[in-house]
């Protein structure tokens, strides 16, 4: 190209036009707005099946803690077992604090924000089983505290605060069982029911360290005495997995936990792992060895995440916790053996979900309502 006196203009470069997509920009507005929409998404679909996570790890804590206390027990797999760090203990102990209490903050906010759905859940055949949950979880993280001692004031003014509702959920759930007729149970009974058998076993348990054993017994007579009505009912009509909710199936492991606490909790009462504490160990021993050598019926139940497979660890974790106190009363090689591999066990499948519930956090609350409590909506006659 040439200008008029007949000289070259060199060329003007290519313009280059950059578009931004306005609706890419998150501005400080926009991230207050999604946090806005988060938290009443979460306050809606969370329920006290969440709770599930707080019991698998309070349980670890007092199971790191059982190993980690001294003890008569001279066997190698015991000696090596001390050599435990605390300070790995503590760090497990203040992460069970923390989800602990983010649930039930969480919990306590749904309460004073959609208590409807708190009441729906209430009434319902399996949600009000897991209302348990919180103050098992509690009372467990008061057993495994590293700072309070169970003959101080706060340990004792803690387990009443704690196993007050419990008791109040006892009256509410055993009273139905008792007046509503002969067929009521044989409607409502599912897997989850266990959970009210569990909270006055740890009540017990926590009594009993307390040396409150008049109440401890009280507890632990009121727990077992609808645990054998349970059982038998449940035992009755569990004919097979067709009968029960794929996403469900985790909670059969509470049927080895029941026994298992029981053990534990009768074990504090007379002070030694006797006879009634080993036929309790070895019943819950026996249901899981019936379970594990079914894996096909859970196949379907881990295929996508869920909430629901946090019942698997505080069952094996219960377990473990009992198979440290007959090794400690049988002290024999095989029963030190079964203690380290429950144990290990327990850890195993504890730390995989958390790893798993880590990498899942963006569909652990905003996904679709836990399948456990959802589809049994409209299908608790299913139940078996």
Known sequence: MEDNNGLSSPSQPPRIELVVDASMIVTPCDQQGIIERLIPSILTRFHAGYFRISLSLCSQALLWKTLGE?????HAIRRFLHVLPSAAFVLLWS???????????IYILRCLFHFEKVKAEFLHDVGVNYLFAPWISWLLLLQSSPFIGPKTLYYTLLWGVF?????????KIYGQWFTKG?????????????????GNLVGAWAASEMGWKESAILLFSLGMAHYLVLFVTLYQRLSGSRSLPVVLRPVLFLFFAAPSMASLAWDSI???????????????????????????????????????????????????LAATGYA???????????????????????????????????????GKDDPALSDLKDSCTTLP
């Open 95 to 105: 992460l069970a604090l923390f989800i602990l209490s983010s649930l039930s903050l």
């Open 328 to 366: 400690q009363e049988v002290t024999g090689g095989a029963a030190h053996a079964l203690m380290l591999l429950l144990s290990a066990l327990s850890v195993l499948v504890s730390l995989l979900l958390l790893v798993f519930t880590a990498l899942n956090t963006n569909t652990l609350f905003t």
């Open 70 to 74: 001294p003890s008569y027990d001279t």
């Open 182 to 198: 002969r067929r009521f149970l044989a409607t409502v009974a599912n897997p989850a029911c266990q959970l009210s058998v569990i």
């Open 163 to 171: 196993i007050v509702p419990v008791v109040v959920l006892d009256v």
């Open 270 to 320: 007379i002070g030694s792992f006797d006879n009634s504490s080993k036929m309790l160990f070895f019943l819950s021993l026996f249901l899981f060895m019936s379970l594990v050598s079914r894996p096909f019926l859970f196949k379907k139940s881990i295929r996508k995440f869920n909430v629901a497979w946090w019942a698997y660890p505080f069952p094996l974790t219960v377990l473990a």
